[in-house]
């Protein structure tokens, strides 16, 4: 009875050791729980060179997001700064009315 317990109490230490080397990429099934493909769960070359692939794409698809996440905040810089170039130049154009409105003023007073 008490090797019975002592086998029953190794064995999940036995399978931990298996998952443990089965973590490069391409070496066969992934850890969530699902299967990576054929290719990739019989693993060697192929699964790897599979694995390399995935990453590859991965690692473009946020590349090209990125690019287009900076041209949009670029594009949205510069559309506020035509816009406060805009307001400057309102601010400006009002003030110089202001100046002749009180110009005018200031000679009807006499």
């Known amino acids: 009875m008490a090797l ?3 086998t029953k109490v190794f064995q ?3 399978i931990l050791g298996v998952r443990a080397m089965s973590g490069d990429m391409g070496s066969g099934a992934g850890k969530g729980g699902g299967s990576g493909g054929s290719i990739r769960d019989a693993g ?6 599979e694995a390399a ?5 991965f690692r473009k698809l946020r590349d090209e997001q990125l ?3 900076k041209k949009n905040v670029d594009e949205q810089k510069d559309f506020h ?7 400057q130049e309102a601010i400006a154009r009002h003030k110089k009315q202001l100046t002749k409105l009180d110009e005018v003023d200031g000679s009807d007073s006499n």
Do not use: V
Not at 44 to 49: A, P, Q, T, V
Not at 53 to 57: D, F, G, I, K, L
Not at 81 to 87: L, P
């Open 67 to 69: 690019k287009a996440f």
């Open 53 to 57: 692939h995935e990453e590859q794409y």
């Open 4 to 6: 019975r317990l002592t």
């Open 12 to 14: 999940p230490m036995r």
């Open 81 to 87: 700064e035509d816009e406060i170039r805009k307001h």
């Open 44 to 49: 060697g070359s192929f699964g790897k060179m």
